[in-house]
């Protein structure tokens, strides 16, 4: 890797950087990691890992009751990425279940869902919180969010991206009702739930362990936890 | 207006451009309407509209079962842009109705749903067409697709965007089931259905009369049509 940024294709957006530990707190320097090593995603962080194709991702809801936002891009592409509105298409389903392929914006496999040890309630159609949720919801200053974790979480690794694609929101509990509205529940998963995916060609995936600590999503009590993965 | 293409802050993202008369038809060079004036979006094309704040476009559906996708752009800066993550967000519901806002990827209203004569049957869930879905359908060499008409009706107007953003699609009938599954059926429009948005920030809207003829989005016949606008 180069020691200097890797200017992607895209700009940086101007947007507020974020101020947490992501930028800081790489797994490694080009974000490669040690395979079996238990890593953790701090609450309210998020963090980038390399994946070869034939590896397999395990996240783990150590806490059981938090949401992980969730992204894909292809490494040697990152114009590449998976894609939630590709995914529905491709599917004809709102969420991907075991066995899917979760595909990106060229109608390509990224990843397949291979295990999933949780009820399988996920959410594609909610963005990732960020500055502006905050800001609307009163927080007055800096509030952690998804959009900024992904941000960090790749510079943090030399890489940049102002896409900030919408996410796989792992264990987030938004179901559709009849009339089209979606509901606001807190997730069903249980403590050490977890889910597997493999890459099916070489990737960079960023997790953020959702700082959302105003509204339920990560629980009754708004406390976000940490998440845990490992790479096999 | 530069007579050189402006470049956004994207780079262009190296995807085909595009092959029809999109790019070399805008409305005006700057994209600016004329009050008052019926435009055609030709079936297959795209058309990019600059629109004053307090303007309002009426989007018509001259024939009654054609799909069109529709973006929208903050006008002074592009990255912001509507987002069909952040409407779902902002209003707990997968498709909007008159009197909703129309977000952007920063939170704030671009647009606001004036009218709708039609049964209210719109999608968000659904990504555009682009050549990767063409050549998943097995096409051979170009076909039109509505990712491209988004790019060359920007272009047109010496504007460039490399994001495509997840479309409204207005009229495009893709019921969500209990069971989470998207159906794919036909428009339940009738001609001359239009609708109307409200301006509430200078924007650039973008509508492409959707070209897809292999599966039957734009009616049982598979043979898209034109879409005409005013603004008022």
């Not at 389903?93 to 899917?100: A, E, K, S």
């Not at 979760?102 to 309630?121: A, Y």
């Not at 792992?170 to 997730?187: E, F, H, R, Y």
């Amino acid at each position: 890797m180069s020691e200097k940024v890797k200017q992607l294709p895209y700009e940086d957006n101007g947007e507020p950087e974020g101020l947490n530990a992501t930028l800081t707190s790489p797994i490694a320097a080009d974000g490669r990691p040690e395979p079996g090593k238990r890593y953790i995603v701090p609450a309210r962080q998020g963090r980038a890992v390399r994946l070869a194709q034939g590896q397999r991702l395990k996240i783990i809801n150590t806490y059981g009751s938090q949401v992980c936002d969730f992204w894909a891009f292809n490494a040697s592409s990152p114009r590449e990425f998976l894609s939630m509105e590709h995914l529905r298409t491709w599917l004809s389903r709102l969420t991907p279940v075991v066995g899917d392929p979760l595909v990106t914006n060229h109608r390509r496999t990224i990843l397949t869902f291979l295990e999933d040890t949780s009820p399988g309630v996920h959410d594609t159609l909610l963005t990732s919180c960020d500055i502006y949720r905050y800001q609307k919801l009163g927080v007055e200053g800096y509030h952690d969010n998804c959009a900024d974790n992904l941000r960090m979480a790749l510079k943090a690794i030399k890489l940049r991206t102002a896409e900030v694609p919408s996410p796989l929101n792992l264990w987030m509990n938004n179901p559709v009702q009849a009339d089209g509205s979606i509901g606001w529940l807190t997730p069903v998963s249980k403590p050490d739930d977890y889910v597997v995916f493999g890459a099916e060609m070489d990737c960079i995936v960023v997790m953020s362990a959702c700082p959302q600590d105003l509204v339920p999503v990560n629980g009754k009590d708004c406390q976000p936890a940490d998440l845990h993965f490992e790479v096999i």
